[in-house]
């Protein structure tokens, strides 16, 4: 059964300058601060066979030098409502004490003709004030501190010309950042505990795993990006050197019907299992931390015809395997 969930993204609001700081301090109009009020974002995204299992998780980039948008510029106000807004608050800056350096900068800029005119409010259908909006997950990443422009006109059905705009782009690495995997819980044969010398087959059940799609849009813009992840290969580390994967690269690649490795069944245990293991010394009181690392090949697909691939994303289980080493064994 497929679970479809609905949610938005927080963006901090980095741009809006002139709002009073989570301390009731009163802050510049022409700076930010660290502590200004979130505001939430119109982004919106649809998870469709997202696992809910204890081990899942979100996938990892396997590019180092791809990382998702930080922070970006997207459509937020009418202009009567921005006009409201920022009247408001020049006026709670009066009522608490006067107002702040940078006040009367706004004013002329927003307010006064230069370059807007009473915010832009004759022209209220006929565009949007955009803001900036940090990636709450990467608050801590100075990238999202690097959409510094203050609120601009962008007329309807005008592009804005500006580095960071939201486009179809934008909204796919954001549904990458929200990709959610099962986890990879493989099948092991002997089941509990393995032998020196005597392989360990490996697989995975094609029904321990199905596609994942994520779909990030904004409404009333129509934009929208979905990003697809699909099972490519299994990569086996065995947790010690005294050990050999089968096959020698240790990537096990996905069979034609969506399953990886082969099941062990009576009679095998003298041939070499198409994904798997051999351990060469026992593991003590210790088990051997056996990593399994999925890799999920992405790709998306956007409004206006867009599209293309994202880096791959791994996601990793760890298995406790204990090795005994007996002189003879029947199998």
């Not at 997202?50 to 009418?78: F, K, L, R």
């Not at 940090?134 to 005008?158: I, L, Q, Y």
């Amino acid at each position: 059964m497929t679970l479809t969930v609905t949610m938005s993204i927080l963006g901090t609001h980095t741009a809006l300058a002139g709002d009073l700081g989570g301390t009731g301090a009163q802050t510049s109009e022409s700076s930010a601060s660290s502590s200004q009020q979130l505001l939430e974002s119109r982004v919106s995204f649809t998870v469709k066979g997202a696992s809910h299992s204890d081990g899942g998780g979100t996938v990892t980039s396997t590019s180092v030098d791809w990382q998702p948008p930080a922070c970006w510029y997207e459509p937020y106000w009418e202009a009567k409502n921005f006009k409201t807004y920022k009247e408001a608050l020049w006026d709670m800056y009066l009522a608490v004490g006067g107002e702040p350096s940078g006040i009367a900068d706004a004013k002329e800029y927003y307010k006064e003709g230069h370059p807007y005119k009473d915010f832009n409010v004759a022209k209220n259908d006929d565009g949007r004030w955009w803001v900036a909006v940090e990636n709450p997950e990467m608050e801590d990443d100075p990238a999202s501190h690097t959409c510094k422009r203050p609120p601009f006109w962008v007329n309807k059905g005008e592009a804005p010309k500006v580095p960071q705009a939201i486009d179809t782009e934008t909204l796919a690495g954001l549904a990458y950042q929200r990709t959610s995997v099962p986890g990879t819980e493989i099948s092991t044969a002997p089941a509990g505990k393995s032998t020196v010398n005597l392989p360990t087959w490996i697989w995975l059940d094609k029904a321990t795993f199905k596609t994942v799609s994520v779909t990030a849009s904004l409404p009333g813009t129509g934009l929208w990006a979905t990003t697809t992840a699909k099972p490519v290969s299994l990569h086996i580390d065995p947790g010690t050197s005294d050990a050999e994967t089968l096959p020698a690269s240790g990537e096990c690649t996905i069979n034609g019907d969506g399953s990886i490795g082969e099941p062990y069944a009576k009679g095998k245990g003298n041939g070499a299992p198409p994904c798997g293991v051999t351990y060469l010394r026992a593991s003590g009181d210790r088990p051997y931390p056996l990593k399994a690392t999925l890799t999920w090949q992405i790709t998306w697909k956007g409004a206006g015809g867009t599209g293309g691939d994202l880096p791959n994303g791994t996601f990793a289980t760890t298995t406790d395997v204990p090795v005994r080493e007996i002189q003879s064994v029947n199998r």
